[in-house]
């Protein structure tokens, strides 16, 4: 059974890091390319990071460019996302989420909270 | 960027009747070498991560009941159920993945009337 699980989500002040890991199991993990969603309280889904396979290949939103690091580790079958110089509007539930081969989003976690307030 | 505008914002229907969802996209997500539509639906429960239900325009995920159905081509999309059930109820997303920024609308959310 594939599984994704987030975790390192939590309350920051703004201007503040953190970073998201997400655990992967029941699929050879190193296949597929992965991605964070986030979901700001009460609003729709915005797409924020992608990595290849192989980490050759990158994207970021224009929203999180030169703030947040999108990683993985397929040895360890984790996926890692570094937030650095967090904002207010920063604050959202994060999930990862597979890309099927066909280009979908196909799984996804079950989400951690990122809070960011003084 | 390619914008996608999803309409009703809400929509409340009685159980059995037929939901219909539209999607349209700001340029075509038709890809040319496949002849494939680079669009997908979600349905989010309160609580829960979003599940794919819908992927290249009108393929159903496995396991996705066959009263979810899709059309569409090129900017213009829809989201059909055909008979709604209680645990229908969600909000529904769509999603182009035919180029980076990957976007979804705004969600759709579907009530019983």
């Known amino acids: 059974e594939v599984q994704l699980v987030e975790s390192g989500g939590g309350l920051v002040q703004p201007g503040g890091s953190l970073r998201l890991s997400c655990a992967a199991s029941g699929f050879t993990f190193s296949y597929y390319s992965m991605n964070w969603v986030r979901q700001a309280p009460g609003k729709g889904l915005e797409w924020i990071s992608y990595?290849?396979?192989?980490?050759?290949?990158?994207y970021y939103a224009d929203s999180v460019k030169d703030r947040f690091t999108i990683s993985r580790d397929n040895a360890k079958n984790s996926l890692y996302l570094q937030m650095n110089s967090l904002r207010v509007e920063d604050t959202a539930v994060y999930y990862c989420?597979?890309?099927?081969?066909?280009?979908?989003?196909?799984?996804w976690g079950q989400g951690t909270l990122v809070t960011v307030s003084s | 960027d390619i914008v996608m505008t999803q309409s009703p914002d809400s929509l409340a229907v009685s159980l059995g009747e037929r939901a219909t969802i539209n999607c349209k996209s700001s340029q075509s997500v038709l890809y040319s070498s496949n002849n494939k539509n680079y669009l997908d639906w979600y349905q989010q429960k309160p609580g829960q991560p979003p599940k794919l239900l819908i992927y290249w325009a009108s393929s159903r995920e496995s396991g996705v009941p066959d009263r979810f159905s899709a059309s569409g081509s090129g900017t213009d999309f829809t989201l059909t159920i055909s008979s709604l059930q209680a645990e229908d109820v969600a909000v529904y997303y769509c999603?182009?993945?035919?180029?980076?920024?990957?976007?979804f609308g705004q969600g759709t959310k579907l009530e019983i009337k």
């Open positions: 999603q182009q993945y035919y180029s980076t920024p990957y976007t």
């Open positions: 989420a597979r890309l099927a081969y066909r280009g979908d989003f196909d799984y």
């Open positions: 990595i290849s396979s192989g980490s050759n290949t990158i």
